[in-house]
């Protein structure tokens, strides 16, 4: 049984930095397979963070870029999300997930096989 385990969540205030973390066990996977979402209160899931499968090139939605920076440690099936200089608009839950095929777009949501149960992040202004 795969699953998909965040942490790291909590919270900060503005300008401050947080670091999630990210393991998948059950299987095997290529740890550019792995991304992050979040979805604040009363919006719809947005795609945060993710590599892409073809060349391994970090991909961050436009609002995360220069603050966000995605890595990963292959060897432990494992995905961390540092985040700095937050924002109140960035605060979410945070989900990592797993998509099977690491060719598929890293950006779209339905591309993801499995998901963690979500951290909780909140800035305050």
């Known amino acids: 049984q795969v699953q998909v385990v965040e942490s790291g969540g909590g919270l900060v205030q503005a300008g401050g930095s947080l670091r999630l973390s990210c393991a998948a066990s059950?299987?095997?996977?290529?740890?550019?397979?792995m991304g992050w979402f979040r979805q604040a209160p009363g919006k719809e899931r947005e795609f945060v963070a993710a590599f892409s499968g073809r060349n391994g090139n970090e991909l961050y939605v436009d609002s995360v870029k220069g603050r966000f920076t995605i890595s990963r440690d292959n060897a432990k099936n494992a995905v961390y999300l540092q985040m700095n200089s937050l924002k109140p608009e960035d605060t979410a839950v945070y989900y990592c997930?797993?998509?099977?095929?690491?060719?598929?777009?890293?950006?779209?949501?339905?591309?993801?096989?499995?998901w963690g149960q979500g951290t909780q992040v909140t800035v305050s202004s």
């Open positions: 059950g299987r095997t996977f290529s740890s550019l397979a």
């Open positions: 997930a797993v998509r099977l095929n690491y060719y598929s777009d890293p950006r779209s949501s339905p591309a993801y096989d499995y």
